[in-house]
């Protein structure tokens, strides 16, 4: 019974100690009464933990983590006896232009990368990603995206990346997924996105169409495939036929839009006055619309109908002014026109078509710079509706 309690009291010191050596523990056993197994126990356990608090300090001041991730992730550094091992690594990924950030997240999911040897794993895997005409930051890039490439073999990840890099169209479009934090290289090519591409094939989509899908979502390929059938089906169900120029652009715009969110934004349209099928006939000109939030659908309906003046019916058929923001477009270029409507211009051009339209350089090519000289003021305004209304939706 004295060997528990003494061993008892031992586990107690080595939790509490900072830096606990395996000497420490031969000490200790040296004069208590103890067994053999007991004390070799101990002497490993000592240098256990030793070995955590030391890679759960480093990882706490050299990587970034807090306390909690990194005593969780010392646990599997158990190899590491020094900080030269894990400071090749970290220096190898700064040669690259790994910021603090980068390598926090690398390490996050696979703190095992601390373990690698950078001669034989990490620089051969970042040449071949080199060889296929990749630069350091967009090494930096892929990796951040998909962090899971550091695991795997360059054999294994090359012909991914070639297969999604002509798929695309160019390298250009590939490091702009990567940018956009994409994680598309996990699926398999064979088993789930081939099957989807053919799908959507035989659905006309093919071509630039297909590109188009793939550059703005390419998880939507990823997706399983009784999902994308279900997808298909809810476009068709919209009176979109895959024949549609817009159908590839509506299978987009529902990806990204649930069904119930689809279902709340006709609720919603309906309270001002849209029938269902204005609704959908709506959504065929312009699918992107029902992206946006409720509360900032019905600040635009209310806008637009209340100081704008326009009917919702209006509206209805010409869904694009929903996707214009409301800040930095809606309220700025109707306020400069009325204010040039009140001093007794632009009557013929006082038309959505004409001036919402219209580009930025345009519009204040027409309506601004048009009538310097005699309101010099307009400039003033409008930068001012500009930098208010902004400033205002940051804040709602």
């Known amino acids: 019974m004295k060997s528990l309690h003494y061993f008892s009291f031992f586990c107690k010191a080595v939790s509490s100690a900072r830096s606990l050596r395996p000497h420490d523990a031969a000490l200790l056993f040296s004069v208590l009464p103890y067994s053999a197994s007991a004390a070799a126990a101990a002497v490993a356990a000592a240098a256990t933990t030793g070995k955590h608090m030391f890679m759960a300090q480093y990882l706490v001041d050299s990587c970034g983590f807090d306390k909690e991730k990194a005593t969780e992730a010392s646990k599997l550094l158990n190899g590491i006896q020094s900080r030269q091992q894990p400071d090749s690594i970290l220096a190898f990924l700064k040669s ?35 060889d296929l005409g990749l630069s350091p930051s967009d090494i930096v890039h892929l990796v951040r995206s998909n962090p899971f490439t550091v695991k795997m073999k360059h054999e294994s990840t090359v012909p991914k990346i070639e297969f999604w890099q002509d798929l695309l169209g160019s390298k250009d479009a590939l490091v702009k997924l990567f940018k956009r934090n994409q994680g598309f290289l996990a699926y398999s090519i064979e088993k789930k996105i081939q099957p989807n591409l053919e799908l959507l094939r035989e659905c006309g989509v093919v071509g630039q169409k297909l590109a188009f899908i793939v550059r703005n979502s390419p998880l939507m390929v990823a997706q399983n495939a009784d999902f994308l059938k279900s997808l298909i089906s809810r476009v068709e169900d919209l009176g979109v036929p895959r024949t549609s120029e817009m159908f590839h652009c509506t299978l987009l715009a529902l990806f990204r839009v649930s069904s119930e969110k689809f279902k709340m934004q006709m609720e919603l349209f309906r309270s001002f006055g849209w029938s269902e099928d204005d609704f959908v006939v709506a959504f ?15 600040r635009k309906m209310e806008f637009l109908i209340n100081e704008a003046g326009y009917a919702s019916s209006y509206i209805a058929i010409r869904p694009i002014l929903l996707i214009m923001s409301l800040e930095r477009r809606l309220i700025p270029r109707h306020r400069i026109l009325a204010t040039l409507k009140s001093r007794g211009h632009c009557e013929s051009d006082y038309k959505v078509t004409t001036y919402m339209m219209v580009s930025e350089a345009k519009f204040v090519e027409k309506y601004i710079i048009l009538y310097k000289d005699r309101y010099p003021d307009l400039s003033e305004l409008y930068a001012s509706l500009k930098h208010t209304n902004a400033a205002d939706s940051r804040l709602q």
């Open 96 to 130: 690259y232009g790994f910021d603090d950030a980068s390598v926090k997240k690398l390490l996050h999911y696979f703190p095992k990368c601390l373990l690698l040897d950078v001669e034989k794993t990490l620089a051969p895997k970042f040449r071949a990603f080199e």
């Open 284 to 298: 065929q000109k312009c699918p992107t619309f029902p992206q946006g939030s409720s509360t900032t659908m019905q």
